[in-house]
Nanobody, 125 residues
Framework: QVQLVESGGGLVQAGGSLRLSCAASGRTFSSDAMGWFRQAPGKEREFVAAISWSGVYTPYADSVKGRFTISRDNARNTMYLQMTSLKPEDTAVYYC??????????????????WGQGTQVTVSS
């Protein structure tokens, strides 16, 4: 059974940092691209960041560029999202996702085959 499990969410003050993790099991994701998305109440799920299987290609949403860093450890089947300088508008449920499709741009939800259950990130002002 393929599973993606997010962890590391929580409550943090504006300006603080959090590190999210996404642990994959059930298959090897080392050749898959992976990504982070988020969904705030009443809003659509939006792209945050993604990373190719090699780690070379790492697109970011403009709203998080320069503040968030995506990385992965293929030996551990784990992906990370280091979030710094957090803002109240970063409050959302954060989801990790994986795709084995070649040629994907990685910024669109429909490109992904596997999804985690999400972890809540709340940034207080």
């Amino acid at each position: 059974q393929v599973q993606l499990v997010e962890s590391g969410g929580g409550l943090v003050q504006a300006g603080g940092s959090l590190r999210l993790s996404c642990a994959a099991s059930g298959r090897t994701f080392s050749s898959d691209a992976m990504g982070w998305f988020r969904q705030a109440p009443g809003k659509e799920r939006e792209f945050v960041a993604a990373i190719s299987w090699s780690g070379v290609y790492t697109p970011y949403a403009d709203s998080v560029k320069g503040r968030f860093t995506i990385s992965r450890d293929n030996a551990r089947n784990t992906m990370y999202l280091q979030m710094t300088s957090l803002k109240p508008e970063d409050t959302a449920v954060y989801y990790c996702a994986a795709t084995s499709r070649g040629g994907a741009i990685l910024t669109r939800t429909y490109e992904y085959d596997y999804w985690g259950q999400g972890t809540q990130v709340t940034v207080s002002s």
